[in-house]
């Protein structure tokens, strides 16, 4: 029996199955969907690429895995070697793993042992309020999201902070010398509620880690590669450590990045054992998973997606932000993200069966009907998704 994620199994309503998915559609064989979420997020080229299908193919007719403990491959010596002009700043130590949450764990164990290793005795975490990192033990630790880990008990040694720069400050100058680490979702708070806010926030958060010497950590497996109309929040504000998921293999395959700089790498490095960084995911640096990211990243690249990013963007907004119901709290768009945030949850029940039927696969969530699209869509495609969401509120 599959057991789904996110579903109460006795009484989960029976899922669409796909047989088939190709440019922005998903297909069932009774119906062709326009995926608006981008198979969480991560399908920014969409399905049957036939670039990335073709990389794939030729890696696995090579040799489709091998460990990267005493091994290494071309796969990964050419992905890293592209990052390390591709990333900002001095973010060019890469460690590999498999997932985004597996990432943001990485970047947490760096950022404790990183503290031990220098003698410093900094346990606490300062993160933001509505987070979401993941859900593994130590990334639900730093998430503050009840609608995912409520059977789990929070972590007294997480902060929370809402995204307001007075009490920013407040909390460093309460805890700033105690703190290992400031980890945030920058400007785009994803499964926290598509929640949206201002770079000098972030350009504060900077100000202050580094009067306090805390490490400030960039969650960008949601933001990174355009979602939020920048190539990565970091080219904006640098972090210390960086961590990318979902859209970093063009959502083919699992794969996940941890960049840290190289002050963070030097704290691991010597002479003495103790001081290195002990974990080794088993499909860390897949040679299939590298092939992809380097083609995914070529693509990117090559055929200006920022400029797709921007035509989104004004499509959403054009769109959406002039529409009024007594039922929404609120409307926003950044990049390729969109939300329609209602008052009361229960207004959302039934859109999913709603949106099937107009051609479009949806997955609101407690209070939001959102978008987060391939960065391939048509304007009538994109169209159809916000028509579609208006018409809910319309029938």
Known sequence: MIWYPYAQMKNMKTPYRIVDAEGVYLKTGEKNLIDSISSWWCMIHGYKNRELNEAMKSQIDRFSHCMLAGLSHDPVERLSEKLESYLPGDLNHFFFSDSGSVGVEVALKMVMQFNRNRGADRRKILALKNAYHGDTFMTMAVG??????????????VIHVPTDIPELERVFREHGGELACFIVEPLLQGAGGLRMYDVSFLEK????????????????????????????????????????????????????????????????????????????????????????????????????????????????????????????????VMGGAFCIEVKDGKSLEGFVDFAYNRGVFARPFVRYMYGMVPYIITEDELVRITDTMKAWFRK
């Open 205 to 332: 958060a900077r100000e202050l880690c580094d009067m306090h010497d805390v490490l400030l950590v960039f969650d960008e497996v949601a933001t990174g590669f355009g979602r939020t109309g920048n190539r990565f929040v970091s080219d904006l504000v640098l972090p210390d450590i960086l961590v990318l998921g979902k859209a970093l293999t063009g959502g083919y395959i699992g794969h996940a990045l941890t960049a840290a700089n190289k002050r963070v790498f030097d704290g691991f490095y010597g002479d003495s054992k103790s001081l290195a960084f002990m974990h080794g995911p088993t499909f860390m640096a897949n040679p299939v998973a590298c092939s992809l990211a380097l083609k995914s990243i070529e693509i990117f690249e090559r055929d200006n997606y920022l400029s797709k990013i921007k035509r989104i963007e004004e499509i959403a907004k054009r769109e959406l932000l002039s529409f009024h119901d007594d039922r929404i709290a609120d409307i926003r």
């Open 144 to 157: 503050d999201d009840e609608d995912y880990h409520s059977a789990f008990p929070k972590n007294p040694d």
